[in-house]
């Protein structure tokens, strides 16, 4: 659990005093050429894109959002002449691409929240419930808009540090490049992850099946008090 004191917010300018319930705050978010993994980072009463304004977007910018089940973007809204063709509804935390031909600043409106999802009203920042969905590749963000690094980055976002073999992958919006980074274990990251605000990357996670580890609760028993057979 990290104190507030020690966070350092970026680019989040509130239109209210923290402290105060409701306060409505707002974060730009440069949108570059290509492919850009994002999440809205900010709660509204309606997050569907229908109530949100994309001044800025040309017409053909799309909006994809990732399937965890499948492994693929199975649902995509096309911008033009400021209306979406799905109107889709983006939730905090959860990532999606933004697909653009021309760089754009995107301003996002809403209340900010902490990593919990809890709204943010001062005091401590917890973090979320430790992730407990099955094994495989989810596309994800920081509830609370802030840069992160290292183990901070699943800590933040999943609730619990990295497993050996569980990889983060982030898309750098300038080179449109995707950088995989794979946890070792002591021997830390073979290459530090890093995340931005209202940013979202790639999480391949691993999660040990309830027989797994009931395996291991009756191996370390059984090393502790071995059965002896009587004769």
């Known amino acids: 659990m990290k104190a507030v004191s020690r966070i350092v917010m970026v680019r989040l300018i509130l239109l209210g005093a923290l402290s105060a319930p409701g306060a409505i705050g707002y974060i730009n978010v440069d949108f570059q050429p290509g492919d850009n993994l994002f999440h809205i980072?900010?709660?509204?009463?309606?997050?569907?894109?229908?109530?949100?304004?994309?001044?800025?977007?040309p017409n053909g910018t799309s909006i994809s959002l990732w399937n965890p089940a499948s492994g693929i973007y199975?649902?995509?809204?096309?911008?033009?002449?400021?209306?979406?063709?799905?109107?889709?509804?983006?939730?905090?935390?959860?990532?999606?691409?933004?697909?653009?031909?021309?760089?754009?600043?995107?301003?996002?409106?809403?209340?900010?929240?902490?990593?919990?999802?809890?709204?943010?009203t001062g005091g401590d920042n917890p973090a979320p419930p430790i992730f407990d969905g099955p094994s495989g590749v989810y596309l994800l963000g920081d509830k609370y808009p802030i840069i992160s690094s290292n183990t901070d980055v699943f800590l933040n976002i999943v609730g619990r540090g990295p497993n050996i073999g569980e990889q983060f992958t982030r898309l750098d919006r300038a080179s449109q490049t995707y950088v995989t980074s794979t946890f070792l274990g002591e021997g830390g990251w073979d290459v530090v992850p890093t995340i931005g605000y209202c940013e979202a990357g790639f999480f391949n996670l691993i999660v040990p099946e309830p027989s797994v580890f009931a395996l291991a609760v009756l191996g370390a028993f059984l090393l502790r008090y071995p059965l002896t057979r009587k004769s």
Do not use: C, I
Request: hydrophobic fraction near 40%; aromatic fraction near 10%; avoid cysteine.
């Open 41 to 57: 980072g900010l709660k509204n009463v309606d997050n569907h894109l229908s109530a949100m304004s994309f001044p800025g977007a």
């Open 74 to 120: 199975d649902v995509t809204s096309t911008y033009s002449e400021g209306a979406w063709s799905l109107d889709l509804e983006l939730s905090v935390g959860t990532g999606a691409r933004l697909t653009t031909t021309a760089p754009f600043v995107q301003t996002f409106m809403g209340q900010p929240l902490k990593h919990d999802g809890s709204l943010f």
